[in-house]
Nanobody, 117 residues
Framework: QVQIVESGGGLVQPGGSLRLSCVVS????SIWAMEWYRLAPGKQRE??????????????DSVKGRFTISSISSDSAKNTVDLQMNSLKAEDTAVYYC????????WGQGTQVTVSS
């Protein structure tokens, strides 16, 4: 059973930084990427960043130049990917989730990021 756990969220002032971590436990064969999403109140879930096994990255236009997704780190028991978020804005406030592509298990609980002064 694949389990996804996100962490690292919190309350930060505009212009601040946070680093989110995602640990995907369990066997995840044949995935080609890991992705970070976010869900803000009243909005649809948005793909924020993606990194493929080969290291290719993609970002939503709204976060380009501010967010950086790390390489996928893998061992026999888990796969990890981080999201470094700099120059945070109020509109970055959301619950952040990660998942594999294609999905191999249920969504995790997410981690809340609140950007407010």
């Amino acid at each position: 059973q694949v389990q996804i756990v996100e962490s690292g969220g919190g309350l930060v002032q505009p212009g601040g930084s946070l680093r989110l971590s995602c640990v995907v436990s369990g066997s995840i064969p044949s995935i080609w990427a890991m992705e970070w999403y976010r869900l803000a109140p009243g909005k649809q879930r948005e793909l924020v960043a993606r990194i493929t096994r080969g290291g290719t990255t993609n970002y939503a236009d709204s976060v380009k130049g501010r967010f950086t997704i790390s390489s996928i780190s893998s061992d026999s028991a888990k796969n990890t990917v981080d999201l470094q978020m700099n120059s945070l804005k109020a509109e970055d406030t959301a619950v952040y989730y990660c998942n594999t592509n294609p999905p191999r298990g249920p969504w995790g609980q997410g981690t809340q990021v609140t950007v407010s002064s």
